[in-house]
């Protein structure tokens, strides 16, 4: 099955976890604008955007017609990490240079949101068990980097944000589609700027996301065979 022989594919995500680029990639790739779901409304574009609480209705809408669901998971505090610097990069980026904060300090404002955030994020995938009964947990192919599940006329694919560089690939391999993923950009260029400028901050970054997989370990996080191969 080529992959402009779906009749929608629909794009569900919780943010910060590529899918602007993976939304304007495949707007790009089939030509057509992509429309964001907010309503228990039947849309006409191809390409769909949606949350987690609004799959159900797509599912519903759409369960008569031949469904791509993509959607992407990604180290919890990074993402916080990522999500704090679009916010409030500038400030970040500013007391930091003054000595004002330190990096350490963004990292422990990220971990402190991140208790807040951690269950809901972690238990929103279960959607997928509920409406279409595709435990995306259970298993997790490392070697291609990705999962594709069948239910019906529903396809779900499962990627990782930590294997961007392999999106390409992957698109290919499954449906031999000559994806180019668009190179975007928001505020949290700031970030890039100021890690490139001190890469010896990319070690303390790095042990705090070693930090935050032990943290899912202790919590039991449905993440866990996402992130941890087990043999």
């Keep these: 099955m080529l992959i402009d022989e779906y009749d929608k594919i629909i794009i569900c995500h919780y943010g910060k976890i590529g899918s602007v680029t993976l939304t304007s990639s495949l707007e790009k790739l089939l030509n057509i604008k992509a429309e964001k779901i907010k309503r228990n409304l039947y849309y006409n574009s191809k390409i769909l955007v949606a949350g987690f609480g609004t799959l159900k209705h797509c599912i519903n809408n759409y369960k008569d017609l031949k469904v791509l669901i993509i959607t992407v998971c990604r180290n919890l505090i990074e993402r916080q990490l990522s999500l704090n610097f679009q916010l409030h990069g500038e400030d970040y980026v500013n007391k930091i240079n003054n ?133």
């Excluded at 004002?100 to 300090?105: F, Y």
């Design 99 to 231: 000595n004002i904060l330190t990096l350490q300090d963004v990292l422990n404002i990220s971990n402190n949101r991140i208790n807040k955030s951690f269950k809901t994020i972690d238990r929103s995938f279960t959607v997928f068990n509920d409406l279409l009964n595709i435990d995306i947990y259970k298993t997790f192919d490392f070697n291609n980097k990705y999962k594709l599940f069948k239910s019906n006329n529903f396809h779900l694919l499962f990627l990782r944000f930590e294997d961007i560089n392999h999106w390409e690939n992957i698109f290919y391999n499954i449906w031999s589609c000559n994806i180019k993923l668009v190179n975007y950009n928001n505020i949290q260029l700031n970030k890039n700027i100021f890690f490139d400028e001190k890469p010896y901050l990319f070690n303390i970054r790095n042990k705090e996301l070693s930090k935050s997989r032990t943290t899912m370990i202790k919590l039991k996080s449905y993440f866990n065979n996402i992130y941890n191969k087990v043999s």
